[in-house]
């Protein structure tokens, strides 16, 4: 019983949470920028095209904070938000160090390893797989999901063959 409560208190609480930063990349909910606002800061990123992976950062983390906040088709709710914190962290928060009040990775991690958690230990009693008695092949899809998440990583780190920074200096040279 108390580890079912647990699971429905992270659940709940993480997954309410990434459905509003879903939705402020998607909608300009909750004082986010929308998805064309959104768009212009990833391609800032180097990530292209921009508006793509908005919109897949955006359904990720709201698609996948409603199935984390539901316990609906575990472990699919925390491989997605997994995926969306890989990306954020690789482009945004790795290279500022540990901690988030240098712009850090620490949230970003504390917030992967509650959805790991969740994803192995199952979405528990308190949840809509439970009611409707659904349950993924554990831990086949699992592995599978976090291998996809590490992939589609790589290939949005890869959608960008040259840095920024670089890509900008080469511009400046080349008007100079």
Do not use: C
């Amino acid at each position: 019983m108390s580890l079912d409560l647990a699971l429905l208190i992270v659940r709940v609480v993480v997954g309410l949470l990434f459905v509003g930063h879903g939705a402020q990349k998607l909608f300009g909910w909750f004082g986010g920028y929308g998805l064309n606002g959104t768009a212009g800061f990833m391609g800032s990123l180097g990530l292209r095209p921009a508006k793509f992976w908005t919109l897949l950062a955006g359904l990720s983390e709201l698609g996948g904070g409603a199935l984390l906040a539901l316990g609906l088709l575990n472990p699919l709710g925390p491989v997605a938000i997994i995926a969306a914190m890989l990306v954020a962290t690789a482009k945004v928060h790795g290279g500022k160090g540990l901690w988030v009040t240098e712009g850090g990775m620490e949230y970003n991690l504390v917030l992967i390893a509650a959805s790991l958690a969740v994803g192995l230990a199952g979405a528990g009693s308190f949840s809509m797989d439970a009611v409707l008695g659904i349950a993924l092949p554990a831990p086949i899809s699992l592995i599978v999901g976090l291998v996809a998440s590490v992939l589609g990583t790589g290939i949005a780190l890869l959608s960008a063959p040259r840095s920024v920074a670089s890509a900008q200096g080469q511009e400046l040279s080349q008007t100079a």
